[in-house]
């Protein structure tokens, strides 16, 4: 019989255990939403890289005639009106060129020249004259164009903007969840801003056109927040 009550009263305390647990209150209840904001504005610059090649039997005469073209591009940039920390030189290579292997003949590399490449990179702030621009440094040496990339000044001005657009979206999700769900809304406990872009909107292009037409379009910056509210 000593032994029936004691049995009977330790799962009794372990019962009251489990249900004490199970009704603890203690962990926070909490709603997860996440919000995206966009922002629209007109580009107002374009950047380019252009390269300069030049191949020549020696490399000395290949790289005297692309410092000669390439100084021809920068001086056109000036005279229209780049400013100095809107041109760059990013890249300088000097390669050899060696014959190609004829049929079966023993592979002996023999250099038959050298190629000097000298990509320069340079932010235009007057779309405009863009066109003007890139006709003009091909016609001063340049012949390749990698790169075009169009973006805004203010950027830093825009993601605030798509940032705060995000948070707004994300808290009227969170009300509209709430409303259907009957529950209170809390404070915000945390919010993670994700990533915001997209990158300067980029197409490539040739050198060798004679005109160059140019749409920016416009440019959509977006940006994305993950908020956390307590449910009261």
Do not use: C, W
């Amino acid at each position: 019989m000593r032994f029936l009550l004691s049995f009977v009263l330790v799962f009794s305390l372990v019962g009251a255990g489990v249900a004490l647990a199970d009704d603890d209150s203690s962990v926070p209840r909490t709603l997860s939403v996440s919000g995206s904001g966009t922002v629209a504005a007109t580009p107002d610059l374009v950047s380019i890289t252009v390269g300069v090649t030049t191949t020549a039997p020696a490399a000395r005469e290949a790289l005297t005639a692309n410092n000669v073209k390439t100084a021809g591009v920068f001086k056109f940039l000036r005279a229209s009106g780049v400013g100095p920390g809107d041109m760059q030189s990013t890249n300088i290579s000097v390669s050899p060129q060696f014959r190609p292997r004829r049929g079966n003949e023993p592979v002996q590399p023999e250099i038959i020249g050298y190629t000097v490449r000298n990509n320069v990179h340079i932010t235009v702030r007057d779309l405009a004259g863009f066109g003007v621009v890139l006709d003009g440094v091909v016609e001063a040496g340049a012949n390749m164009v990698q790169g075009i990339s169009f973006d805004v000044a203010e950027r830093d001005g825009l993601e605030k903007k798509a940032m705060a657009n995000a948070v707004r979206d994300a808290v009227a999700k969170a009300r509209n969840i709430a409303d259907a769900a009957r529950i209170e809304l809390g404070p915000i406990l945390t919010i993670n801003a994700g990533g915001v872009g997209p990158a300067p909107r980029q197409f490539l292009a040739r050198a060798e056109a004679s005109s160059v037409p140019v749409a920016a379009g416009e440019l959509t910056v977006r940006a994305q927040v993950s908020v956390v509210f307590a449910i009261e």
